[in-house]
Nanobody, 112 residues
Framework: VRLVESGGGLVQPGESLRLSCAAS????????MRWYRQAPGKERELVAT????????NYVDSVKGRFTIARDNAKNTVYLQMNSLKPEDTAVYYC??????WGQGTQVTVSS
């Protein structure tokens, strides 16, 4: 199992980023997928979940209406579209597959 995140960076408040997580080594379309984040000095937090078919999603309250999780099972990729970013969204964002599989993370920094 391999999960590789990309798309992080430094943006100003109110701007957008799209994170990608490329998956390999397993049947991607059989698993729900999650995005987590971890800010400095804080515990890792579940941000969003998407079902295996992509027809059901869930979000932590703090990102509802701003973030969208999506997936392309043909490309074995899960995305996190992040709009209206806030400084409190600054964190390392991780892709997760059930069974304890994690990517290496991608840094998102929101600062003016």
């Amino acid at each position: 199992v391999r999960l590789v995140e990309s798309g992080g960076g430094l943006v100003q408040p109110g701007e957008s980023l799209r994170l990608s997580c490329a998956a390999s080594g397993f049947t991607f379309s059989s698993y729900y997928m999650r995005w987590y984040r971890q800010a400095p000095g804080k515990e890792r937090e579940l941000v969003a979940t998407i079902s295996s078919a992509g027809d059901s999603t869930n979000y932590v309250d703090s990102v509802k209406g701003r973030f969208t999780i999506a997936r392309d099972n043909a490309k074995n990729t899960v995305y996190l579209q992040m709009n209206s970013l806030k400084p409190e969204d600054t964190a390392v964002y991780y892709c997760n597959r059930p069974g304890g599989y994690w990517g290496q993370g991608t840094q998102v920094t929101v600062s003016s």
